[in-house]
């Protein structure tokens, strides 16, 4: 395990880590709605291209998101303790359960999207999967983006 002394942490960085993970989140929510409307109109090729970027932004999320918790530790909420109880935690916990339950689909729809042609995809889960990764996904990050508002901005 890599002591966390060994990893940087520029304090500029690590500040604004979380508003650029919102924007990463909008711009992730805005990639995936653009692809499944693609993928409705026939737009096969740009389909592909939005949910690849889509996965990109994931995981670039993931990444600043993870240097930052390994660096800093889980931010804490600071708001009234009722709303952190009734509201913020179970408000997380369906969001961190969704984003955890969305993985398989997610990378199921991807391998077989970025290694079948189109006609093999059709013989595929692949339109079940995507259906159900592209919905767990636009919930997950959609609600991120509220657990940010409610940690940085709201309280």
Same mark, same amino acid.
């Given at each position: 395990?890599?002591?966390?002394?060994?990893?940087?942490?520029?304090?500029?960085?690590?500040?604004?880590?979380?508003?650029?993970?919102?924007?990463?989140?909008?711009?992730?929510?805005g990639?995936?709605?653009?692809?499944?409307?693609?993928?409705?109109?026939?737009?096969?090729?740009?389909?592909?291209?939005?949910?690849?970027?889509?996965?990109?932004?994931?995981?670039?999320?993931?990444?600043?998101?993870?240097?930052?918790? &390994?660096? !800093?530790?889980?931010?804490? @909420? +600071?708001?009234?303790?009722?709303?952190?109880?009734? #509201? $913020?935690?179970? =408000?997380?916990f369906?969001?961190?359960?969704?984003?955890?339950?969305?993985?398989?689909?997610?990378?199921?729809?991807?391998?077989?999207?970025?290694?079948?042609?189109?006609?093999?995809?059709?013989?595929?889960?692949?339109?079940?999967?995507?259906?159900?990764? &592209?919905? !767990?996904?636009?919930?997950? @990050? +959609?609600?991120?983006?509220a657990i940010?508002a409610? #940690? $940085?901005?709201? =309280?």
């Open positions: 395990m890599l002591p966390v002394e060994a990893l940087p942490s520029p304090r500029g960085l690590l500040a604004a880590i979380p508003h650029v993970n919102a924007v990463v989140s909008l711009a992730a929510i990639t995936i709605v653009a692809g499944v409307r693609a993928i409705r109109r026939g737009e096969v090729r740009r389909h592909r291209l939005l949910m690849m970027t889509s996965f990109g932004l994931f995981a670039l999320f993931l990444v600043l998101y993870l240097y930052r918790v &390994a660096v !800093l530790g889980p931010t804490e @909420f +600071t708001g009234p303790a009722a709303v952190r109880t009734y #509201l $913020y935690l179970p =408000f997380l369906v969001h961190i359960a969704l984003a955890i339950v969305c993985v398989p689909f997610v990378f199921y729809a991807l391998l077989i999207g970025g290694t079948h042609s189109v006609e093999e995809i059709h013989e595929t889960r692949h339109r079940t999967a995507g259906r159900v990764a &592209a919905s !767990l996904w636009l919930v997950s @990050f +959609t609600m991120g983006v940010y409610m #940690l $940085y901005h709201v =309280f």
